[in-house]
């Protein structure tokens, strides 16, 4: 198996429809600009609440990992 060397990054991602939303538009957005992104963690899930007492969106917090070219 060949070694790698990563750098990681933090995103945060969010969403009004969930937390799977806000972590797939964070990756999918990051991976539009990086290139080699292997990887990515959860660190943090928050969310706010609207006056209706209920769920207005999610935040999620994520690293994510790519890997570096040679040279």
Excluded at 13 to 31: F, H, L
């Amino acid at each position: 198996m060949p070694d790698h060397v990563y750098k990681v990054v933090e995103l945060v991602g969010s969403s009004k429809t969930g937390i799977e939303d806000a972590i797939q538009g964070a990756v999918s957005r990051a991976s539009s600009t990086l290139r080699n992104l292997r990887w990515f963690e959860v660190v943090q899930v928050r969310g706010a609440v609207g006056d209706d007492g209920e769920v207005d969106h999610y935040q999620v917090t994520l690293k994510a990992g790519f890997t570096l070219e040679d040279g």
